[in-house]
């Protein structure tokens, strides 16, 4: 199985570098870079520029809020100055947050997505040939890229793979269809949710599109819970308690909830996020929740919980080194014993 690390969203750019060398020290196949307070593909520059063989993914870049041709740009450069090591993660985020945080546009999400990634493969596909741009899509239509604006024809640069991230079965079906990989959100990575909604509908996109689906990796973008004593364990869930909180009060992230017959939580935690009740937030996630949504172990059994939980469902798995360095040594026992399982 490959193993991706993650990193603090608010981790200062200064520190990016850092994280990164420490990540690919441990053996981690791969970085991945989120968004929320920093540009995913700034934080991918940093960490591919101080790195030598690490994969670095954003995870995910958010699409609609930028045109395809600057993603496009971005994406080839970090492809070419990293040998190939970048790949670009795209996501939708929520309407709420495209049109109220972003000032950007809002449209049907699958079907713009679909768009999107059709756009960046024409771009790509201009940058390597030389060939004339033309796309003419329902969303975007490129058709203007003089060769002065054309970084190639340049076909030594390997177009970054194209990753595809969410949560909803029409996305699933999409990234099937079109995209190289598949990385599951938080607050939907358990196995439950993998076998009856997301694999499922990664299959019949691929099949639709006449793809086979073991083209698409799959990575289990789950929480984890660990440390080396019992106390670090507590400590851990009761600050992941709180984010798994506010991450479901996000009604696109209600599905697993569901698939467990705790609808009703997501209904309750948005309640109290409209009322600005934030501090109340945790106490309403349970430990059954807590239990048997995110893996929990012990440093010495956490290789052997995340291979039973995700063998045979992803092709990947997501675990991120906590802060502190001073168990390095057995972080990387359960890389090297995730890669071996």
């Known amino acids: 199985m490959k193993v991706y690390a993650g990193m603090d969203p608010r981790l200062p750019l200064g520190d990016v570098a850092a994280h990164a060398r420490r990540v690919e020290s441990l053996g981690y196949d791969g970085l991945h870079v989120a968004e929320t307070v920093h540009d995913s593909l700034a934080v991918a520059l940093l960490a591919l520029e101080h790195t030598s063989h690490l994969t670095v993914r954003t995870a995910v870049t958010l699409a609609f809020v930028r045109s395809p041709t600057l993603v496009a740009y971005a994406a080839w450069d970090l492809s070419a100055m990293s040998g190939g090591r970048f790949q670009l993660g795209l996501g939708t985020q929520i309407r709420q947050n495209v049109e109220q945080r972003y000032g950007m546009p809002w449209s049907e999400p699958v079907e713009r997505l679909a768009d999107y990634v059709g756009a960046l493969g024409d771009l790509f596909a201009s940058f ?47 990234a099937g269809a079109v995209a190289d990989g598949f990385v599951t959100h938080p607050t939907n990575s358990n196995p439950r949710y993998l076998e009856d909604q997301c694999l499922p509908n990664l299959r019949a996109g691929a099949a639709e599109a006449g793809r086979d689906v073991s083209a698409v990796e799959v990575v289990a973008g789950t929480q984890v819970i660990t440390g080396a004593t019992r106390d670090e364990l507590d400590e851990e869930r009761e600050r992941q308690r ?23 939580l997501a209904g309750r935690l948005r309640e109290l996020i409209r009322d600005e009740r934030w501090d109340e937030l945790g106490g309403l996630v349970t430990d059954e929740v807590m239990r048997t949504l995110v893996p929990t172990a012990l440093y010495g059994e956490l290789a052997g919980v995340l291979l039973e939980r995700f063998g045979g469902l992803a092709a990947g798995v997501l675990f991120t080194p906590p802060p502190e360095p001073s168990h390095d040594v057995e972080l990387a026992r359960v890389v090297a014993s995730l890669h071996e399982g």
């Open 128 to 174: 390597a040939t030389g060939a004339p741009l033309d796309h003419r899509g329902p969303h975007y239509e490129l058709t203007r890229l003089q060769p002065y604006f054309n970084p190639g024809p340049d076909p030594s640069v390997v177009p970054p793979p194209i990753w595809l991230g969410g949560v909803n079965p029409r996305v699933c079906r999409l």
């Open 242 to 264: 709180r984010l798994l909180a506010f991450l479901y009060s996000t009604p696109a992230y209600r599905r697993t909830l569901e698939l467990y017959g705790w609808g009703d």
